[in-house]
């Protein structure tokens, strides 16, 4: 009866160290969080250098993390659409430390899509309208027990 007892307490005290956990981790994305900012600063082609011959491109990020809450990023995965084609996708994971009230960037590779970028070319050789609909949309995980933080940014380029 005994061992039963200190087994029953020892399931309570991990049950509310558990909770006591995930309410923490939860904390930092509570009521007054607002997502951090995410743009491209740089974009520029890389020689390929994985066999394919397929280009791949450096795209610089800027993230302004407008809480007091330090950002931790564990990874973060991106795509670029021109025109509603998704040419370019990437994902990354050695990401600094975003203080809090702070900015940071980094740099990331992403590599090109040769059939969405063919089907860009189709349509913008059948467009009348000499400017083109342009989307990033990348997804920051902040890591385990934490929501995922979405952000977008969208407009249109003339030629």
Wanted: proline share 5%; hydrophobic share 40%.
């Amino acid at each position: 009866m005994n061992s039963s007892l200190c087994m029953r307490t020892t399931m309570h005290f991990v049950s509310l160290l558990l909770v006591t956990g995930l309410l923490s981790a939860c904390a930092g994305m509570g009521p007054g969080y607002e997502a951090p900012t995410v743009s491209v600063q740089s974009f520029r082609p890389l020689a390929a250098t994985n066999g394919t011959g397929l280009p791949t491109f450096e795209i610089g990020l800027h993230v302004t993390n407008p809480n007091l809450q330090p950002l931790e990023l564990a990874g973060i995965s991106y795509t670029i659409s021109l025109d509603g084609k998704d040419v370019i996708k990437g994902v990354g994971n050695e990401l600094p430390i975003i203080d809090g009230y702070g900015e940071g960037s980094f740099t990331v590779t992403a590599g090109f899509d040769v059939f969405a970028g063919i089907q860009l070319f189709r349509s913008l050789m059948n467009k009348d309208s000499d400017s083109f609909a342009y989307s990033f949309d990348a997804k920051l995980d902040p890591g385990a027990f934490k929501r995922k933080i979405r952000v977008s940014d969208s407009g249109t380029i003339s030629l």
